[in-house]
């Protein structure tokens, strides 16, 4: 299936700090799937991106989908320790999820 | 809300033995799935399901691993002789109510199922 990569790995930030994450491919993806896995928890779905330069938003949540369909980004505006937990991007590759390795946000107050 | 359901929790096996996770997918979705986590990496596919056969599976998903659906309701994922490199987390999911092309849709992770193997 298709790799993503994302980056970065880890991300530290301050209560009120914004955050972003990106997830790149070679190659143009079909969809781009966003997930949440709280520490000790399960992925929890959060999105999906299909059309090219797609923009969705969730609250404090922005998600980006590439114009090319190569790449995606998620930002967190003034970030809260509810945040706190690992965002992946994952691509659908016929029925399978691909996902990348995540990034693991930690927020101090 | 529904949600999907796993058992057991936490599995300790040792190494060789045969263990089989318990899931039961939300009640109407006609997608089924299984991914593993080791500690601290990334989520792996592992295999999906619809009508009643494997739809894809992945490189991971060797002759040692098996999927079923024996009633209506249960989807379980069966390892023959368990290796030291099976422990991880498991975790089913499952998604679609529609025939065509629901597998397109969110997928519904459960909770997990710690396997260590020793």
């Known amino acids: 299936g298709q790799q993503v990569m994302q980056i970065p790995q880890y991300q530290h930030v301050q209560e009120g700090e914004d955050f972003t994450t990106y997830c790149n491919s070679s190659t143009t993806l079909s969809n781009i799937q966003w997930y949440k896995q709280r520490p000790g928890g399960h992925p929890v779905f959060l999105i999906q991106l299909v059309k090219s330069g797609e923009v969705k938003k969730q609250k404090r949540l922005t998600f980006q989908f590439g114009e090319a369909k190569k790449n995606s980004s998620l930002h967190i505006t003034a970030t809260q320790t509810t945040d706190v937990g690992t965002y992946f991007c994952?691509?659908?590759?016929?029925?399978?999820?691909?996902f990348g390795k995540g990034t693991t946000l930690s927020v101090s107050s | 809300e529904p949600e999907v359901t796993q058992t057991p929790s936490h599995q300790v096996t040792q190494m060789g033995q045969e263990v089989i996770l318990r899931c039961v997918p939300i009640s109407n979705h006609l997608y089924f799935y299984w991914y593993r986590q080791i500690l601290g990496q990334k989520v792996e596919f592992l295999v999906s399901f619809y009508n009643n056969e494997i739809s894809e599976k992945s490189e991971i998903f060797d002759d040692q691993f098996s999927v079923e659906r024996p009633d209506g309701s249960n989807f379980t994922l069966k390892i023959r002789s368990t290796k030291l490199e099976d422990s991880a987390m498991y975790f089913c999911a499952s998604s679609g109510i529609l025939e065509t092309a629901g597998y397109e849709d969110e997928q519904f992770f459960g909770p997990g199922t710690r396997l260590t193997v020793l």
């Open positions: 994952a691509n659908q590759a016929g029925t399978a999820l691909i």
